[in-house]
């Protein structure tokens, strides 16, 4: 059974520090990672997708890494911005259905 | 375009009451799923449908949660004599297809569920 691990559950950082989220999963058969996005009271904003094939993306200020045989990604923020805060989910695709697991995300706080 | 909605936003019901939830994918996305979530706790994956095929449930809680699809686009999530334990947020997503083909998923607002 897939498990995906996000440690610390929170971060709180000071503004225009560059930052990394940690994310782990046990079983390294994916298709693929994303990053997700989850403001209070809202639903996800998908950020990057990399696929199994890939060891990274980039969007902006985020860049997303992959080491698929360690069963391990980071989502680097550069320069953070108060907007930076919200909570960062990781999931992954596997299995026969393709289905798509969840850790429980990182609240992030950037203070200003 | 329109994203993918969600009604009821918020809904409070008694114990013991049914309640449905409904989902409207973006047009033309043929993959949907509803996960739960609820407070402090990561997302939990409930029902997935992926075009004509037989949807995976393996992931809905009990004989009391239930789920179509119609036409291929609008899905209903039934619970059925609501229980405390489920108070959470449902939230639905789609895909233009099966998302290990590397497309992005694309979530609903969710629906609020309070049970009194």
């Known amino acids: 059974k897939q498990e995906v691990t996000q440690i610390p559950a929170a971060l709180s950082v000071p503004e225009g520090e560059n930052l990394v989220l940690n994310c782990s999963f046990t079983?390294?058969?994916?298709?693929?990672l994303q990053w997700f996005r989850q403001d209070p009271g809202k639903g996800l904003t998908s950020l990057l997708l990399?696929?199994?094939?890939?060891r990274e993306q980039t969007s902006g200020r985020l860049n997303a890494s992959l080491d698929k045989s360690s069963g391990r990604s980071t989502l680097y923020i550069a320069a953070s911005q108060p907007g930076d805060s919200a909570t960062y989910l990781c999931?992954?695709?596997?299995?026969?259905?393709?289905?798509?697991?969840f850790g429980k995300g990182i609240t992030l706080s950037v203070r200003p | 375009g329109a994203g993918v909605s969600q009604s009821p936003s918020n809904k409070v019901t008694e114990k013991g009451k049914d309640v449905e939830l409904r989902c409207d994918p973006i047009?033309?996305?043929?993959?949907l799923y509803w996960y739960r979530q609820s407070l402090g706790q990561g997302l939990e994956f409930l029902i997935y449908f992926q075009g004509n095929s037989a949807p995976d449930k393996s992931g809905l809680p009990s004989d009391r949660f239930s789920a179509e699809r119609t036409g291929g686009s609008v899905s209903t999530l039934t619970i059925q004599r609501t229980q405390q334990e489920d108070s959470a947020v449902y939230l639905c997503a789609s895909s233009p297809r099966q998302s290990f083909s590397g497309n992005t998923i694309y979530f609903g607002e969710g629906s609020w569920l309070t049970v009194v």
């Open positions: 079983d390294s058969a994916i298709y693929n």
């Open positions: 047009s033309g996305h043929t993959a």
């Open positions: 990399i696929q199994s094939s890939q």
């Open positions: 999931a992954v695709t596997s299995g026969a259905n393709s289905k798509l697991t």
